[in-house]
DNA sequence: GCGGACAATATACATGTGTATACACGATCG
DNA sequence: CGATCGTGTATACACATGTATATTGTCCGC
């Protein structure tokens, strides 16, 4: 089957898992009959599809279905088309991301700086993890349908926005403040975003390199953010 | 036929134009008997598909052929597939680009931070601008075949380059030193293209207040970056 | 045990794709 | 003028896709 650490995608427990919110929103099923395939199996088999040079826009129905070892029809009885089933992934995506970087984030909450550190570091390593779920949030960006790029739009804003608060809560910490936050979150968060984009087609030897260098430019854009908060005043 | 400001594919002056460098590289035919179809034709008929949802990737070869007006196999006399020409059209949008903000950079060469602003205007004038040129390279950055990408990252590099050197000099002129200028620069260029990602999906009004987001976010990265610097020494 | 319901399949069809082959035109040059 | 060659086209084929329809198999409640 397909097994992914904190239990995103489970090996397969009947009723699928946590994550969820969206996956099977309906689990008031009387018995289910016999349920062989589940929208988790399929959502698998599409992340095992997307490679460095697949974008989710260009999996084919049939390819999911033959990869999930169904036929093409039993697709139609988890998602309407392709389109959902990627939006679905999307917000999964996102939901786990967030959940891991949340967790990193309370494990160091230390100084200003091993938080960065420590985020971006723990987003390294699920950039390399082999369920390639940050890869979907990665890439599939720019295209794809409106409800597709509206779905990718609301899991960064949602890390945006964790962001801003813990940024807030960081520097107040600190004994000082944020010249606009919520500016200094979204520029953080695509700044990362971008620069993981350009890790993933790189090989994983230039990580530490890579991880230094955006280390580097969230500390000069809060620093930046410090030092305009000073000038403001 | 097609016509683009800054003489990047011309209505057809028999030769194409300037800009080429890859733009028919033979110009050295005999006669040239009888030139129907040009390759700038096909580069034109390819951005006039890809629209906010389209993708070049999702282009097929006899939809460009039916947008410029040919039968699907006069196709190949110009490119051997749609990975050539998407690749071509990468190049043209980013040596576009880069000759559009250059001229940009000298027209207002003051102060550092006029520079900043001028530049992120006409970043997003080009944004809106009807040849779709720069949403090319707005949302091809993560998908495609690895020449594809390579591309892409090529022309985004080059950005750079410009930029940091740039960067540099107005640093200089303004008696200071830039910690980490490469850096500075490669930051500045993906936080530019991602938030332009960004204002390609969502209505021209909010472009003025996205210009000024953008705007602060870069004053931010430079001012850590000259803070980051005296820390340093 | 059995009828019915429902998951999953098999078959089929219309459409779009990349490309191979063969052909038609028109300019060029001997 | 006529041969030739470059350019564009028409036709064709094998294949993949999304989906409609009909069919099978298995489990449940009776």
């Given at each position: 089957m397909y097994i992914v650490r904190?239990?995103?995608?489970?090996?397969?427990?009947?009723v699928p898992s946590m994550t969820?919110?969206?996956?099977?929103?309906?689990?008031?099923?009387?018995?289910?009959?016999?349920?062989?395939?589940?929208r988790d199996d399929l959502l698998a088999a599409t992340l095992k599809l997307i490679?460095?040079?697949?974008?989710l826009s260009t999996v084919s129905l049939r390819e999911v279905a033959r990869e999930a070892g169904?036929?093409?029809?039993?697709?139609y009885r988890q998602f309407r088309d392709m389109d959902e089933l990627s939006i679905a992934l999307i917000d999964l995506a996102g939901s786990s991301l967030r959940t891991i970087i949340g967790q990193a984030r309370e494990r160091a909450t230390s100084t200003e700086r091993s938080v960065i550190r420590v985020s971006v570091e723990t987003f390294m390593e699920q950039l390399r993890?082999?369920?390639?779920?940050l890869h979907v949030l990665l890439r599939e960006g720019?295209?794809?349908s409106d409800g597709f790029k509206h779905a990718v739009e609301r899991e960064l804003t949602y890390f945006e926005d964790e962001l801003r608060i813990d940024l807030i809560r960081l520097a107040a910490a600190d004994g000082a403040t944020l010249y606009e936050p919520a500016l200094v979150a979204k520029a953080i968060t695509r700044l990362v975003f971008a620069m993981g984009a350009i890790a993933i087609d790189?090989?994983?030897?230039r990580d530490p390199a890579l991880i230094e260098d955006i280390s580097t430019m969230l500390r000069m854009i809060i620093t930046g953010s410090h030092a305009l908060e000073r000038v403001a005043n």
């Open positions: 904190q239990g995103m995608i489970q090996p397969q427990p009947a969820s919110t969206l996956v099977s929103p309906t689990p008031d099923m009387p018995h289910a009959r016999r349920q062989g395939i589940s490679g460095p040079n697949r974008s169904i036929a093409p029809n039993s697709f993890a082999d369920d390639k779920l720019a295209v794809g790189q090989p994983p030897e």
